[in-house]
Nanobody, 125 residues
Framework: QVRLVESGGGLVQPGGSLRLSCAAPGLSFNINAMGWYRQAPGKQRELVAAATSGGSTHYADSVKGRFTISRGSAKNTVYLQMNSLKAEDTAVYYC???????????????????WGQGTQVTVSS
């Protein structure tokens, strides 16, 4: 599988903002869904947000109203705007892309998808 290219993580104070970016060049299939997962130490991987090329979106309850996922104008790009960050948002965030509709995508895991290497987001004073 081809790894996605992601960036934007870092250290931010509580209440601050970060914007994660992901691009999926060179994929071997037409992707429909792109999403952001996160995994904190000692916790299982969690789907944070997902978006399809048609504009459908999904958010975990813990981030609704604070995070916004969007598909870029460039092919196979996705962004995650994270506002009002909390300490509990601290995790490694992973970009993901898959050729499924949103309802199937959010069920996870997927038989066929692509992953980024992960970017660390740390929210701390």
């Amino acid at each position: 599988q081809v790894r996605l290219v992601e960036s934007g993580g870092g250290l931010v104070q509580p209440g601050g903002s970060l914007r994660l970016s992901c691009a999926a060049p060179g994929l071997s299939f037409n992707i429909n869904a792109m999403g952001w997962y996160r995994q904190a130490p000692g916790k299982q991987r969690e789907l944070v947000a997902a978006a399809t090329s048609g504009g459908s979106t999904h958010y975990a309850d813990s981030v609704k109203g604070r995070f916004t996922i969007s598909r870029g104008s460039a092919k196979n790009t996705v962004y995650l705007q994270m506002n009002s960050l909390k300490a509990e948002d601290t995790a490694v965030y992973y970009c993901n892309a898959a050729p499924y509709d949103l309802d199937y995508y959010i069920l996870g895991p997927h038989e066929y998808d692509y992953w980024g290497q992960g970017t660390q987001v740390t929210v701390s004073s």
